[in-house]
């Protein structure tokens, strides 16, 4: 049976690969947006998810090892 810290730490770890996931789903929609980006609209969304992409990947890199 995990203790606790165990029990956290492994919960963080997928935690962690959910959001590098998500991360990258976010990647990918703006490669394949690129075509669209026709109006203001969807210019500003995409500005939006790189900024989210730099915002989440900063955070994730100063989180501690599990």
């Given amino acids: 049976m995990l203790n606790a810290k165990e029990s956290w ?5 997928e935690l ?4 590098y996931e998500l991360l990258d789903a976010h990647a990918d929609t703006m490669a394949l947006a690129k075509a669209l980006v026709v109006d203001e609209d969807w210019a500003a969304h995409l500005d939006y998810l790189r900024g989210l992409q730099r915002v989440g990947r900063e955070a994730l890199a100063r989180m501690p090892e599990a």
């Fill in 16 to 19: 962690v690969e959910l959001l």
């Fill in 9 to 13: 730490a492994a919960a963080s770890d």
